[in-house]
């Protein structure tokens, strides 16, 4: 046996094996809280999301690759398993100057970025918003606010959708306000912000629906310090409210935004907004927008000139082997006022009407009532009632929690991007916060038993015990569990090593 060669038992092997496993096990323990959070209305986590995938997406992927394969070649692929994949779309002029809009009912929508592979040429898709029914294989930060076929609004924002499969999301009904995974570190952080001039945000995702309109909210990533500089990281906003006898659908949507010494320097990359407007007086509006680069709030004319100034449907790059569209504009697929603009979109091997996929950056669109708000059927969530139909006093999130208006989405204001903000005494009128009606805490559970905060309902803190939001694990708990394991992993290979 070689000098400085340790010869180890079984049994010490063993203890090893059991010391780093432990090691391991406390490190893993401690970075899964942030996710442990996140399934916060399924009762699903984003692991196991992210697992009962693997097999799907793998699947679907290989469909979607032999379906594209058949289609460039003009094989039919009679008799394989992938026939049923191939897309059977109603051809349109030019798909790449023409980009869909994603249903047809009054709704505002921003898309931060979609990866789709052979995307379809049918006009309009589906306003399924992880692109599901759609066959859109990669959607990041899509805001959608909506009126459904019974009058209803309806809010939700995909954070992450891999082939139809959403990894993350969050959804609202009338007279609800809910957040992503990360609003338990957002709270702290936008506290934080109320004692300096330094301001975080990080992967926000806000959603809230009353009777009257919905407003949802996504960001990757913002930072601001006063009013010195601001930057946001993948922003989109996804909108649409009645007011008097108008309606007003507003999708926006951008990679960057930096804004430095108050205006002195501004910069941008890939901005869209698409607004509509419908009156019962007739006075319907349409107004879609788009730049590629901006720097001091002038167009910087790359790739092409048109890319600068937001000429509609600017047409570059290298087809058909890889064509670019700046500002891709439509407004024929809804009855008017509606309207769908596409910062830049880049496809590849482009023939005719098929691709062989498609990235876009930046995507916004609308639709508005051309009558105005319309009435809700007899029954549809009356005012006073939530969407079961129970009775409802009215104070759940009113007034409060407004996506896109913290810190962080252009108000000076010290709000908790969208939750309503920290109350640790007595509520309204003096009743104590878990009983009071208020989310208090912005987790999204009301009052003893729903808030995991609330041991009893004459707490006056929803946020005893410092539970994670969403699943009501207890914070400090999992904390000493992952440090034990941690501590007994390098107390056991300690001991074996000064052997």
Do not use: W
């Not at 058909?320 to 008017?336: E, T």
């Amino acid at each position: 046996m070689g000098k400085g060669t340790v010869a180890y038992s079984p049994r010490t092997r063993g203890r090893r094996l059991a010391g780093l496993l432990s090691l391991v096990g406390g490190l893993l323990l401690l970075a899964v809280l942030p996710l442990s959070s996140a399934g916060q209305r399924t009762g699903v986590k984003p692991v196991d999301k992210v697992l009962n995938t693997t097999d799907r997406t793998v699947r679907q992927v290989t469909n979607t690759v032999q379906s594209t394969t058949e289609q460039a070649t003009g094989q039919s692929g009679s008799g394989s398993a992938s026939t049923g994949a191939i897309r059977r779309r109603a051809a349109t002029s030019n798909p790449q100057t023409e980009p869909p809009l994603h249903g047809t009912n009054p709704h505002g929508q921003g898309s931060g970025a979609v990866v789709d592979l052979s995307p379809s040429n049918e006009r309009p898709l589906s306003g399924d918003p992880d692109g599901g029914d759609s066959q859109e294989d990669v959607v990041v930060g899509r805001s959608r606010g909506e009126q459904r076929a019974d009058g209803s609004y309806h809010g939700h924002v995909t954070i992450a959708a891999l082939f139809g499969n959403e990894l993350l999301g969050v959804d609202s009904n009338p007279g609800q306000n809910n957040h992503g995974p990360l609003q338990g570190l957002q709270v702290i952080l936008d506290q934080l912000c109320t004692g300096s001039s330094i301001c975080l945000s990080l992967l926000t995702a806000d959603s809230a629906t009353t009777d009257s309109g919905s407003t949802n909210r996504f960001s990757v990533a913002s930072a601001q310090a006063g009013d010195l500089a601001k930057a946001d990281a993948v922003e989109t906003h996804g909108n649409i409210s009645e007011s008097g006898s108008c309606q007003t659908s507003e999708g926006r949507s951008s990679v960057t935004n930096a804004n430095v010494g108050n205006g002195a320097v501004t910069a941008g990359v890939a901005k869209s907004s698409s607004t509509s407007r419908g009156c019962s007086s007739g006075a319907d509006t349409v107004d879609n927008e788009s730049s590629v680069i901006t720097l001091f709030g002038t167009g910087v004319p790359l790739p092409a000139a048109g890319c600068a100034d937001g000429t509609p449907d600017t047409e570059t790059g290298l087809p058909p082997l890889a064509p670019i569209v700046c500002n891709a504009d439509d407004k024929g697929q809804a009855p008017a006022p509606a309207g769908v603009r596409e910062a830049l979109s880049v496809f590849a091997l482009d023939s005719g009407n098929t691709s062989l996929l498609k990235a876009l950056t930046s995507g916004s669109e609308s639709v508005a009532d051309a009558d105005g708000p319309g009435t809700k059927p007899p029954g549809t969530n009356p005012p006073g009632t939530d969407p079961t139909g129970l009775p409802n006093s009215g104070t759940v999130n009113a007034g409060t929690g407004n996506p896109g208006t913290g810190n962080l989405g252009g108000n000076t204001g010290t709000g908790t991007s969208g939750a309503p903000p920290f109350d640790d005494g007595d509520g309204p009128g003096g009743s104590p916060d878990c009983s009071d009606g208020v989310d208090n805490d912005g987790d999204g559970a009301v009052d003893f038993p729903n808030d995991p905060g609330c041991a009893s309902s004459s707490d006056d803190s929803e946020t005893q015990g410092q539970r994670l939001a969403f699943t009501g694990a207890d914070l400090l708990s999992l904390v000493m569990g992952g440090l034990l394991f941690v501590a007994a992993g390098l107390v056991l290979r300690r001991r074996l090593d000064l052997r």
